[in-house]
């Protein structure tokens, strides 16, 4: 040992401040846990409200079924989040359950060891005190003697029997004082020997607290990532659902099903006949288009067949009449709306 002073607490300090720092370790990874979960659960109903707004609501068909999963896969997405943040939370108590535990049984421990800390020291103050009593009183019963030694051919007996007497008395004082030391360093073996047993057991203790902490933590910072990859593997799994109902979007039924839904009628508007303000002539009904607008409409379905040939292709003319028409070129023809 580096330090083998019997009062020296260094190596059970030493213990003990490694104890406190995993259960501080403990309590930061507890508060990450639970801010995690705050944010998820923030981020949660955040996507929630957004799920809720308006979102292609006057789209129709195909494209609309699409946006209508598109939105509810994302609410979905939102609920998976909200719950992981309460599962997160679950793994934090019980993180702070772990280490209340911990806590609890370790305050027992801390407490016999610091009252036999605090006896052994006590013992340990009144051995050397009797200690150096003893060895104050061996060096009177030397002088006491040594008094005697030299006054003893002296004729002066009251003198000697003074002297006599003084070194009886510190002899029984130095006999006393090492019967009280002895019996001092004696009780300060058993109490020596009492702390060492409780040290080992509670070192062996504070081992096995050590081993289960930190498998818990590893296991429980493990269990949090693995709730993570989770939730990836969920909100992919739910956006592949709005991506396959985008899949069946199909852009030439979504157009077809708007003319069929809107069209007006599949011929163009006849042209504006002249009338004769005196003689009141008109031209028969179903007077074909002028030759302007016949040049017109051919020129524009050429460009809608050429550009995009096996889609339709709706055209929105004008003449100079005033009137206008929608024209819609199919593999069926040419359609007036």
């Known amino acids: 040992a580096k330090n083998s002073d019997l009062t020296c607490t260094g190596g059970y300090d030493a213990i003990i401040q490694y104890l406190n720092d995993g259960k501080r370790t403990c309590k930061e990874v507890e508060d990450f846990m639970k801010a995690r979960a705050s944010i998820e659960e923030k ?23 699409s946006l209508d999963v598109f939105k509810l896969q ?12 309460q599962s997160m939370r679950e793994e934090a108590k019980k993180l702070e359950e772990f280490r209340e535990k911990q806590r609890e049984a370790r305050k027992k421990v801390e407490q016999q060891i610091d009252a ?18 003893y060895e104050q009183k061996c060096r009177d019963k030397e002088e ?41 360093l004696s009780t300060l073996g058993k109490v020596r020997d009492d702390w060492l047993k409780e040290h080992v057991k509670a070192c062996e203790m504070f081992e096995k607290q050590s081993v289960e902490r930190i498998n818990f933590l590893r296991n429980i910072v493990w269990t949090h990532l693995n709730q993570l990859s989770q939730q990836c593997v969920t909100s992919d799994e739910l956006y592949e659902e709005a ?40 031209p028969p009904n179903g007077a074909p288009p002028s030759e302007a607008a016949t040049r017109l409409f051919t020129h524009l379905s050429a460009i809608a067949h ?17 009137g ?3 024209v819609q070129h199919t593999a069926a023809g040419v359609c007036y709306y």
């Open 144 to 184: 006491a003697d040594q008094n005697v030694n030299r006054y003893t051919n002296t004729n002066n007996t009251k003198h000697m029997e003074k002297l006599y007497s003084k070194a009886q008395q510190a002899k029984q004082n130095a006999e006393e004082a090492d019967r009280l030391y002895q019996q001092n």
């Open 43 to 65: 981020y949660a109903k955040d996507l929630l409200g957004l799920s809720k707004k308006v979102c292609g609501h006057n789209e129709m068909n195909t494209l609309k079924r």
């Open 306 to 322: 050429y550009n995009c040939p096996s889609l339709s292709a709706a055209l929105f003319c004008e003449f100079a009449g005033g």
């Open 243 to 282: 991506r396959q109902s985008l899949e069946q979007c199909d852009v030439r039924e979504d157009i077809e099903h708007f003319v069929n839904l809107r069209q007006t009628g599949d011929k163009p508007p006849a042209p504006v006949a002249y009338e004769n303000f005196y003689t009141g002539q008109k």
């Open 74 to 85: 994302t609410e979905h997405v939102s609920l998976s989040h909200l719950q992981l943040a």
């Open 324 to 326: 206008h028409y929608l």
């Open 116 to 133: 036999l800390h605090k006896q052994k020291s006590s013992q340990f103050k009144k051995t050397i005190d009797s200690k150096k009593t």
